[in-house]
């Protein structure tokens, strides 16, 4: 039987060695491979995703899909993200992380996203919750007042109109907008209350699969992102705080996400 436990208990220390080699290569990053004008790979994310795939090699011999070096979906695999939000980590910017998950026949079991500058640790379990740094989450629930606060994701994988589209259509319904840089935090922040949603037209399942865990197992809604071959080929997301599910399904762009 699969040790969902050890498994976890691995990836949290995991997730904090690999978040501590990437600050620790910031200092004298140089050449910065670009693969569109928004998407690039420094050193630093060639080296912790080496470093993730040898320890759970190691560890437990279980599969890999990364950002940068592949893989091919499995039974059981994880699905790694080494540096999400590299132009902020390029940039000086706090906001990128680690993100780690692990998903066994089509569920995703364990969730974890290291945020080394922000000293933030994310972790879900399913069906066990979802923490910051041992709190408990939860969804906002709205409580904030005013108007609600969603995060759109962009990149050159869909037409720019589309998501500008989108924005303009989220505004009209007195929805606020932001854009963080990196999707595993902006659906981490979903799942901590602090933002109401998080939606991108097309996202790789590397960015967001232990958002998704995270932002379910606080109480939130997210559609069925491993659907149609989501964990190989993407998908579009959408993640929020229950209360806004029927709002932003309500959105042209979104309409028939479920
Ligand atoms: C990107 C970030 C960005 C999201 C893009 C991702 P990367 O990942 O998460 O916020 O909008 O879809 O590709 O390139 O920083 O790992």
Known sequence: ????????????????????LARSMRQGLGAVETKSSIDFCTAADLAVEALVRRRLDEAFGDPVIGEEAGGDPAELVWVVDPIDGTTNYIHGT??????????????????????????????ARRGQGATLNGRPLRTSGLRHG?????????????????SLDLITQMIADDIEFRRCGSGAMGLANVAAGISDGYVELHINAW???????????????????LAGDGLRLGNVVVA???????????????????
Request: proline share 3%; hydrophobic share 50%; with cysteine.
């Open 1 to 20: 039987m699969t040790d969902f436990d050890d498994r976890l208990r691995f990836a949290i220390d995991l997730a904090t060695e690999a978040g501590a």
């Open 94 to 123: 706090a906001n990128w992380c680690v993100s780690l998950a692990l998903v066994h026949r089509g569920a995703v079991e364990i969730g974890v996203i290291h945020a080394p500058d922000l000293d933030q640790l994310f972790v």
């Open 240 to 258: 929020c705080t229950a209360e806004l599910t029927g709002r932003l399904q309500a959105l042209g762009p979104l309409r028939g996400v479920a």
């Open 146 to 162: 005013g108007g609600a606060v969603v995060e759109v994701g962009w990149s050159a994988r869909r037409p720019l109109a589309l």
């Open 207 to 225: 960015d967001a699969l232990a958002g998704l865990l995270l932002v379910r197992e606080a109480g939130g809604w997210t559609n069925d992102f």
